[in-house]
């Protein structure tokens, strides 16, 4: 079947503004986890969802950041009043979910805030 | 906490020779797993090799294959007959072996040109 997808593909906002990042998962992955890759890093960990909830959220830098998944699918990544720092390639993954099992990746969403 | 070491910034390899990219972690866990990912321009990042920590044999994936010392915390990953469409970065990446423990720690990356 398909792979993760994200849309936008890229997304440019100015610096205040708000701005949501959306990720569909691989068709019956139950576990769905988002990264934050800045430039010349790593990725790093900001959430993970295991259906509908989140199961680990220790990763999101600060209350401007919060992710949602309500029907246990899509997920939504939504950035409040968005800072030149937030700028980077946002990741999302996703998986069957049980513990041997491999995160598949998306493309990403590079956010630029200006 | 986990940390994963990628000191090769940037490597290169001649087309059909072999290269080995290194990788040390810290942990304190026994059972985890090892990951090397591959990142092309178009940013998705794509599974290149996986091993089990209790696995004391070397995984290997066609002409990729890993040097898993688990006592010296090392991990590296070598490719064969390296190819022009092995160019990308690689990550190397860790995760505990704890039920419903899902978060993955990254390295920094390393940059491999190939030279045709």
């Known amino acids: 079947g398909a792979g993760v997808s994200q849309t936008p593909s890229n997304k440019v906002t100015e610096k205040g503004k708000y701005v949501e990042l959306r990720c569909d998962p691989i068709?019956?992955?139950?576990?769905l986890y988002w990264y934050r890759q800045s430039l010349g890093q790593g990725p790093e960990f900001l959430i993970y969802?295991?259906?509908?909830?989140?199961?680990?959220d220790s990763g999101l830098p600060n209350d401007r950041f919060f992710a949602v998944r309500p029907e246990g699918s899509v997920s939504t990544l939504k950035i409040q009043r968005t800072e030149r720092g937030d700028s980077a390639v946002y990741l999302c993954?996703?998986?069957?979910?049980?513990?041997?099992?491999?995160?598949?990746f998306g493309p990403g969403t590079r956010l630029t805030v200006l | 906490a986990q940390t994963v070491t990628q000191s090769q910034p940037e490597m290169s390899v001649q087309e059909a020779e072999t290269v080995t990219l290194s990788c040390t972690y810290d942990?304190?866990?026994?059972?985890?797993?090892l990951f090397w990912y591959k990142q092309p321009p178009s940013r998705q990042m794509i599974l290149v090799i996986r091993?089990?920590?209790?696995?004391?044999q070397n995984a290997t994936e066609n002409r990729f294959s890993v040097n898993f010392q688990k006592a010296a915390k090392s991990f590296s990953l070598k490719i064969s007959d390296s190819q022009l469409g092995d160019a990308a970065m690689y990550f190397c990446?860790?995760?505990?072996?704890?039920?419903?423990?899902?978060?993955?720690?990254f390295g920094t990356g390393t940059k491999l040109q190939v030279i045709p």
């Open positions: 993954a996703s998986s069957l979910g049980r513990d041997t099992d491999t995160q598949y």
């Open positions: 068709s019956g992955h139950t576990a």
């Open positions: 969802f295991q259906g509908t909830g989140a199961a680990d």
């Open positions: 942990t304190s866990e026994s059972d985890y797993y």
């Open positions: 091993q089990e920590a209790y696995k004391q």
């Open positions: 990446a860790y995760r505990r072996a704890l039920g419903g423990y899902q978060k993955v720690t």
